[in-house]
């Protein structure tokens, strides 16, 4: 059974700083994986999609990197800003077009 | 509206009742999927649908009903609410390309449910 970890469960960084955020997967033979963002008593937004052909994808200010080997995923977002505080949330989809998610990390980025 | 819609936003029902949770989406995609979200559980799946008339189980599916009369529509009933399924409800969908699996999966705004 496929399970993804994200680690830390939370953290906080001072405006400006880079954030890295961790997603692990037990099972590599995975289809692709999203990142995405909640904020408090909200929906999901996807953020950004990875084939598991890809070893990264960018989006503004947001990189992600896949090593499926290895059952890592890591989402960078440059220059962080109050308005990036929210819990982040990786999933990986494998057949029958699931999703299994990650816990998320919480992120508060202070001004 | 486009996109995808869920209704009631917030409900509140007794233990027993039955529950229907509304999810609607406007962009014609093939899969339609339920999630609950709860602390300490994550996001986990209950139900999805390939197409209309053709739904599965997820990971969660006991206590739940689905149906999928027409593409658009996904509707979920707690056939006898219990105290267990207060949660917060999210439907999902993303369409179906030549290389199936590729595709995002897009989430509503959710449906906050308390079960008294």
């Known amino acids: 059974k496929q399970e993804v970890t994200q680690i830390p469960a939370a953290l906080s960084v001072p405006e400006g700083e880079n954030l890295v955020l961790n997603c692990s997967f037990t099972?590599?033979?995975?289809?692709?994986l999203q990142w995405f963002r909640q904020d408090p008593g909200k929906g999901l937004t996807s953020l950004l999609l990875?084939?598991?052909?890809?070893r990264e994808q960018t989006s503004g200010r947001l990189n992600a990197s896949l090593d499926k080997s290895s059952g890592r995923s890591t989402l960078y977002i440059a220059a962080s800003q109050p308005g990036d505080s929210a819990t982040y949330l990786c999933?990986?989809?494998?057949?029958?077009?699931?999703?299994?998610f990650g816990g998320g990390t919480r992120v508060l980025v202070k001004p | 509206d486009a996109g995808i819609t869920q209704s009631p936003r917030y409900k509140i029902t007794e233990t027993g009742r039955q529950v229907t949770l509304m999810c609607h989406q406007t962009?014609?995609?093939?899969?339609m999927f339920w999630y609950r979200q709860d602390l300490g559980h994550g996001l986990r799946l209950i139900y999805y649908?390939?197409?209309?008339?053709?739904?599965d189980k997820g990971e969660v599916p006991d206590g739940y009903v689905v149906s999928r009369s027409k593409t658009e529509n996904f509707p979920l009933t707690l056939e006898s609410a219990t105290r267990s399924q207060t949660s917060v409800y999210f439907c999902?969908?993303?369409?179906?390309?030549?290389?199936?699996?590729?595709?995002?999966?897009?989430f509503g705004p959710g449906t906050r449910l308390t079960v008294l």
């Open positions: 999902a969908s993303s369409d179906m390309a030549y290389l199936v699996w590729y595709n995002e999966q897009f």
């Open positions: 099972d590599s033979a995975i289809y692709n």
């Open positions: 990875i084939q598991s052909s890809q």
């Open positions: 999933a990986v989809r494998a057949a029958g077009n699931k999703l299994t």
């Open positions: 962009w014609s995609h093939s899969y």
């Open positions: 649908s390939a197409a209309a008339d053709i739904t």
